[in-house]
């Protein structure tokens, strides 16, 4: 193989390579981070769903957090039920939301 047909296939290596950053990154640029918890569970140290990661807010306590796309988020409501999204339901955090409504409360 000469020097132009390396060339030219280091070139389609770098665009799939391109190709493929590129659609990661606008999956990762519509997920949304939102705090989650569930109605029926009021303590905190209970995982309230799988998909759910733990995160330490000011060195003091912990939230479950869940990073969710549009798609992704419909996808999580079929599975739980009842979802209530909230733009800030926590003073103290700049998240939103998202709290699986699987019991009565008011």
């Given amino acids: 193989m000469g020097y132009h047909e390396r060339l030219q296939a280091r070139i389609y290596e770098l665009e799939a390579a391109l190709a493929k950053l590129q659609a990661e990154y606008d999956a990762a640029r519509n997920e949304i981070e939102f705090i989650i918890t569930r109605t029926s569970e009021y303590r905190n140290d209970v ?3 799988d998909e ?3 995160e330490v807010f000011n060195n003091f306590y912990s939230r479950w957090k869940i990073k969710l ?3 992704e988020l ?3 409501s079929e599975k739980y ?3 209530i999204i909230s733009a800030h339901c926590f003073a103290d955090t700049e ?3 998202i709290e699986i409504y699987d019991d009565y409360r008011e």
Avoid: N, R, T, V
């Fill in 52 to 54: 759910a990661h733990e």
């Fill in 47 to 49: 995982k309230p769903c």
């Fill in 81 to 83: 039920g009842e979802i």
């Fill in 74 to 76: 419909l996808e999580f």
């Fill in 95 to 97: 998240y939103p939301s």
């Fill in 69 to 71: 796309s549009p798609d």
